[in-house]
C-alpha cells in the first residue's frame, strides 16, 4: 500500500472528545480516493458509489500527523475498487482501515461510463 497524503489533526477537527472527529476521516478519504480514481482512470469526472465496513482501530489526538495509504484492489468495467488505511505517521498505528471502496467512472451525461483499465499505471509510465 503506497501512503502519499499527509494530513495534520487541527482543532477544528476534533470531536467533543478532542479525538479526530471520524467524519473528517472519512471526508479526507472519500477525497484521496477520488483523487486516486480520477488519475487512474484519467477522467475527472468520478463518483463514489460505496464503502465497506469501517473498522475505526485507534484514535488520532491534535497534532498528529494522519497519513493516507489507496491500493487497488480491482478494476470493473466502469469502476475501480480500492481499499484504504488511515494510519498515525509517528507511531505507525492504523487508526481505520476500509476493505472496499468502489468509485465509479462517469461520461459527460453523469451516467456510469467504461475506461478500458485493466491494472494500475504510474503517469511516469504514461508519458
Not at 471526508?27 to 487512474?40: G, R
Not at 469501517?54 to 481499499?83: C, H, R, Y
Not at 507511531?91 to 481505520?96: D, F, P, Q
Request: with cysteine; proline share 3%; aromatic share 8%.
Amino acid at each position: 500500500m503506497n501512503f502519499h497524503t499527509r494530513k495534520w489533526v487541527k482543532p477544528e477537527d476534533l470531536n467533543p472528545n478532542n479525538n479526530l472527529f471520524g467524519g473528517r476521516l472519512l471526508q479526507w478519504i472519500d477525497e484521496e480516493a477520488a483523487l486516486y480514481a480520477m488519475i487512474q482512470l484519467e477522467n475527472k469526472k468520478i463518483a463514489t458509489k460505496y464503502m465497506s465496513e469501517i473498522n475505526f482501530v485507534s484514535s488520532a489526538k491534535q497534532g498528529d500527523i494522519v497519513e493516507l495509504g489507496i491500493q487497488v484492489e480491482k478494476f470493473g468495467s466502469t469502476s475501480v475498487t480500492l481499499s484504504c488505511v488511515a494510519r498515525n505517521k509517528m507511531s505507525r498505528r492504523n487508526i481505520i482501515t476500509i476493505e472496499n471502496i468502489t468509485m465509479v467512472n462517469l461520461g459527460d451525461d453523469g451516467k456510469p461510463k467504461p475506461h478500458g483499465k485493466t491494472k494500475v499505471e504510474y503517469v511516469k509510465d504514461r508519458l
